[in-house]
């Protein structure tokens, strides 16, 4: 049985600028590993983590994430750090009272 695997990698930089790392997303297709899904999903998945890997070594970025995902949209596994900055409320300020 085929498969294609995607692994896609996603930043949001120090201004909270959304990007795809580049060479992402990538796929991975078992008719290229011999029809073997089993290592088309190793591959997949050792991409996956070399990006993550990747990724540690960067503290500049608000927002780093990677996901792999089977061709049907099954979400297989996903690593992520970080937030928006501007998603903490400054805790000194109050909200606005409805009129």
Known sequence: MRNIFLVDARIADANGAFTHLEGYPKTFDSKHYGDDVDKTKRRAEGDMSTTWGQMC???????????????????????????????????????????
């Open 57 to 99: 070594k960067v503290d500049t970025r608000q927002v780093q994430v990677v996901t792999l995902e089977d061709m049907f949209g099954n979400l297989i596994e996903k690593k992520s750090t970080g937030d928006f900055l501007d998603n903490h409320p400054d805790p000194e300020s109050k909200p606005e009272e409805e009129t």
